[in-house]
């Protein structure tokens, strides 16, 4: 077994435990849920196993996580990013940000920072169907033009609008407004 494989191998171990401690399941709740022996949950988790996509989904599915989750690195349980480290799209010339929030992938979701000055306005980019965004103004007020319909978005208020139509953002204030856009696609909204 070569390296990568070893250390594949260990990670799920790893996981596979934690996951199945956490949900206070024996290997033999694992096995009957998954509908997989209890031998070859036990060699998974020695670190030696070499399971196939089909052990893989199954036991997964009785985890009820992906499959990515079962092969992901462990991460840091604390992050710190500074300022200087986050990702800013400039909107237009005249200096409108968009600071992507999230250090790591959130499957279907994304968390923006906005910094639009005096007088400015930007379109947003429609989402697939379904979408919802939801618009919080930190400082300062922001017009949004959804769908043909203007909302005023003052300091503290929330507009949540269907991120899938045509949308933009206007800074009419004499200061530059400062706001947050959590974006969740259809398919991770209950309904």
Excluded at 19 to 43: D, E, F, G, M
Aim: aromatic share 8%.
């Amino acid at each position: 077994m070569d390296y990568e494989s070893s250390n594949l191998s260990s990670v799920l171990a790893q996981n596979l435990i934690e996951l199945r401690s956490k949900r206070n399941y024996s290997q033999q709740v694992l096995s009957n849920l998954s509908k997989i022996p209890r031998s070859t949950i036990a060699h998974l988790e020695s670190g030696l196993g070499n399971p196939t996509l089909f052990h893989m989904t199954k036991i997964a599915a009785a985890l009820e996580v992906s499959v990515e989750e079962l092969l992901q690195q462990p991460r840091p349980t604390c992050l710190l990013k500074k300022a200087s480290e986050f990702e800013r799209e400039k909107k237009n010339k005249k200096g409108a940000f968009v600071y992507k929030l999230l250090p790591d992938p959130i499957p279907g979701t994304e968390i923006d920072r906005m910094e639009i000055p005096k007088n400015i306005r930007f379109p947003g980019v429609p989402h697939t169907s379904g979408t919802k965004e939801y618009f919080v103004c930190e400082k300062g007020q922001v017009t949004v033009y959804v769908a043909g319909e203007t909302y005023v978005v003052n300091e503290g208020d929330l507009l949540a609008f269907p991120g899938d139509q045509a949308h933009a953002y206007h800074n009419k204030g004499n200061i530059k407004a400062i706001c947050y856009s959590v974006v969740v696609r259809a398919s991770f909204i209950k309904r």
